[in-house]
C-alpha cells in the first residue's frame, strides 16, 4: 500500500511542529490538536492491519515517518513512534478486540509492555489491577495497553519460558494518570505514570506481546515484537541527530566565537567535526534501514528470522541511538556558549537524544546479548 501522502503530509506539517517546541516542552505533554492534525495524516494507522482499515505499511515506511517527525521535534517525535509501536498490538489480538479499541485506525493509543500489574482470571476475562510508568502519550489518547504478570491462587502462572505475561487493553477513562513527567529530555511526551484498581478486560482485548503463535499471519506482525519496536525508537534518534546537524550549519554560518573573526563555517575543527558527523548519521542510518530490510525480506518469504538477523537488529538500533546522541552532543558543543540557553534548539536535540538512551531496548545490554550469539552463545533473556 502506498504511503507516500502520509510522508508528503508529515513533511507539510514540520514547520508547525518547529513552531511549537518550546510550547511543548513547557506543557510537558503534546497539544490535542497538534496530535489531531498527525493523526490527519494517517501516520498512527501505519501498523494497523489492513483487515480493520490500517495502511499495514512496510517497516521501512514506518520508520522512515517516525523519522521524519523527529526532524521536526524529538517529543512529537517519540509521541508519533509511541502512537504505531503500540498500534502494532491490533495484529497481534482477535479482529473483534482489535476493532473495538482503534474504530478509527489512524487514532494514536498508549501502552506499557513490562509487566508491572497482575490479571487474575474471571468469568469471560481477566481482573487488572498494577501502576505503570512511563505511559507516553496517554493525555491524548482514548486507549492504553498494559503488560502484567497472570495470577492463579496468588503467585504468577508458570510456564516453560517463565512467568505467564499477558497483556490487556484498557480504557484510559478507567485508569488514573499520576503527573509524574517531570524530566530532564524528551518533556513534551507526558510520559505519566497510571494505576489501575480491579478493572475488568474481556478476553477479545487480551493478547501476548511476546507470544507470535497468537500474532496475525501477514508479514508485519511476524517481525520480532521487542526488535521492532527498537527499530521505531532510534528512528526518534536519527531523526533529532539529522536535525541537529541541519541547525548547527545555519548557525555556522554567521555566528563567530569569541576573540575571531571567522564564523564557524570557516573554522576547521567545526568542518572537520560535522564531516565526521555527517558520516556517522548516514553510516548509522544505513545499518539499521538495511538490517531490518533483510529481516523484512526473510518473514515476507515466510521464515522466521535467525538469531544472528535479531542479534543485528538489536545491535543497528543500539548503535543508532548511541551515534544520534553523540552527534547532538557534538552540534550542541561546536555551537558555543549561546546553545545552553533554553531559547536554542540545539541544547533540547541534546537532552532528547540522550533520553532516547535510557530506553530498556538500546541499553548497553544489548551489546552483550548481540555478541554472545555472535559467538555462538544463546541469549541470556527468553526473549530479545
Known amino acids: 500500500m502506498d504511503t507516500s501522502d502520509i510522508l508528503q503530509s508529515i513533511q507539510n506539517l514540520l514547520p508547525a511542529i518547529r513552531a511549537r517546541r518550546e510550547e511543548i516542552e513547557q506543557a510537558r505533554r503534546m497539544p490535542r490538536d497538534l496530535i489531531d492534525e498527525l493523526r490527519k495524516t494517517g501516520m498512527f494507522s501505519m501498523t494497523v492491519p489492513r483487515a480493520i482499515g490500517g495502511k499495514e505499511a512496510k517497516p521501512a515506511e514506518i520508520m522512515r515517518a517516525i523519522e521524519t517527525v523527529a526532524t521536526g521535534d524529538g517529543s512529537t517525535g517519540w509521541c508519533a513512534m509511541i502512537a504505531n509501536g503500540n498500534n502494532i498490538a491490533a495484529g497481534y489480538m482477535s479482529e473483534a478486540g482489535a476493532k473495538e479499541v482503534l474504530p478509527d485506525p489512524a487514532a494514536p ?178 545499518f539499521l534501514y538495511d538490517t531490518v530490510e533483510d529481516i523484512w525480506q526473510t518473514v515476507c518469504a515466510g521464515r522466521a528470522p535467525t538469531k544472528r538477523q535479531i542479534a543485528l537488529g538489536r545491535a543497528a538500533a543500539t548503535h543508532a541511538a548511541e551515534t544520534g546522541a553523540a552527534i547532538t552532543r557534538t552540534a550542541n558543543t561546536l555551537a558555543g556558549g549561546s546553545s545552553i540557553y533554553s531559547s536554542s534548539s540545539l541544547q533540547r536535540h541534546a537532552r532528547d537524544a540522550e533520553a532516547v538512551m535510557h530506553h530498556f531496548t538500546v541499553a548497553p545490554h544489548t551489546w552483550e546479548e548481540a555478541g554472545r550469539v555472535f559467538l555462538g552463545r544463546e541469549p541470556s533473556v527468553p526473549v530479545f
Open 109 to 286: 493509543s498508549a501502552g506499557i509492555a513490562a509487566p508491572a500489574g497482575k490479571a487474575v482470571r474471571a468469568d469471560g476475562g481477566v481482573r487488572v489491577s498494577g501502576r505503570w510508568p512511563f505511559a507516553s502519550g496517554i493525555t491524548h489518547c482514548d486507549w492504553v495497553w498494559a503488560g502484567c504478570l497472570a495470577m492463579e491462587n496468588g503467585r504468577p502462572r508458570m510456564t516453560a519460558m517463565g512467568p505467564e505475561i499477558v497483556h490487556v487493553w484498557l480504557p484510559v477513562r478507567e485508569v488514573e494518570i499520576h503527573d509524574t513527567w517531570h524530566v530532564s529530555g524528551l518533556c513534551g511526551t507526558g510520559s505519566n505514570d497510571f494505576t489501575a484498581t480491579d478493572v475488568f478486560v474481556p478476553e477479545r482485548r487480551i493478547f501476548k506481546l511476546l507470544d507470535p503463535t497468537g500474532h496475525r499471519p501477514e508479514p508485519l506482525y511476524q517481525m520480532p515484537p521487542l526488535g521492532f519496536f527498537a527499530y521505531q525508537v532510534v528512528c526518534v534518534s536519527l531523526g533529532i541527530a539529522r536535525s541537529a546537524l541541519d541547525d548547527l550549519a545555519e548557525i555556522a554560518q554567521t555566528k563567530k566565537p569569541t576573540l575571531y573573526n571567522d564564523v564557524l563555517a570557516d573554522k576547521a575543527v567545526v568542518q572537520v567535526e560535522l564531516a565526521r558527523a555527517e558520516a556517522a548519521l548516514r553510516g548509522a542510518h544505513s
